[in-house]
């Protein structure tokens, strides 16, 4: 049986000035994106300039934190929001939902692709393998906060979280979504993008990837306790909102190359 490290979520305090880790972990992947962005921007038949990814970025992070928190508001918990409705804004407690940061962040590039006059499926095909490294980050900060914990278990890697309502041994679900959403998730892309592929072939890979792999770890995530499984005792909301997301990626893949062998 594992402790959880009980870090402390504030990372630096000065006065009543306070950065937290959960904030710091999403300026790491903005940062890291917009870094991996510029790279991309390199190569032949790009949609945007080097000059023009911290543009780009700006429309991004936007998108990530307005669909984020509201997406968690509408899916997760708008009874709260209408208790507290200054939690909106208390991002560092955490509360963010990946899907709702991901209708935010395609308004975000369809907005900037109108602005710079590129189609959006081309703009979303190089934004798609930059995500990942922002999905690894934000989910070491729900590590550092100890939320989003996992299902008792009696595995030998089992952790004990001191903000669960019990002393049970749980699945570090926040590291197993670091390694599938994260690292395994940004091989994947990176290496598909690397080659010329159909368009909408890139972000449709993208939808299936995530959509498996959050389908997947729900199975051993708990469920958030203001909403419990909706049916069968076993599916969550967030199965429930990523299932969409892989028949769309699989619709899109296969147009892609429909279109592509045409």
């Known amino acids: 049986m594992l402790q959880h490290p009980q870090i402390d979520p504030v990372a630096i305090a000065i006065g009543p000035l306070k950065i937290h880790w959960y904030g710091l972990t999403y300026l790491v992947g903005f940062v890291a994106g917009w870094w991996l962005g510029r790279l991309r921007a390199r190569k032949p038949g790009s949609p945007i300039t080097e000059e023009q990814m911290g543009d780009l970025l700006f429309y991004l992070a936007l ?60 703009l979303a095909d190089f934004v798609a393998p930059l995500v990942p490294v922002g999905l690894g980050a934000g989910r070491i900060g729900n590590f550092i906060n100890g939320e989003l914990w996992g299902k008792p278990t009696d595995l ?90 892989i028949l769309a990626g699989a619709v899109l893949i296969f147009i892609a190359y429909r279109r592509n062998a045409e």
């Open 63 to 122: 998108g990530v934190i307005l669909g984020g928190r509201f997406g968690y508001v509408i899916f997760y918990n708008f009874d709260l929001f209408l208790a507290d409705p200054l939690w909106l804004v208390r991002v560092w407690e955490g509360g963010m939902s990946f899907h709702g940061g991901l209708l935010g962040v395609m308004f975000a590039m369809w907005w900037y692709g109108r602005k710079i006059e590129t189609g959006f499926w081309r």
């Open 156 to 245: 030998p890697w089992g952790m004990v979280f001191r903000q669960a309502p019990d002393a049970l041994a749980r699945h570090p679900s926040q590291l197993y979504q670091f390694a599938l959403e994260g690292v395994l998730f940004f091989i994947i892309l990176w290496w598909f993008s690397a080659k010329p592929r159909p368009r909408m072939a890139v972000s449709g890979l993208f939808l299936v990837c995530y959509g498996i792999f959050r389908f997947l770890v729900e199975f051993v995530r708990q469920p958030d306790a203001q909403l419990g499984y909706l049916a069968f005792d076993w599916l969550t909301m967030g199965q429930v909102l990523s299932f969409p997301m």
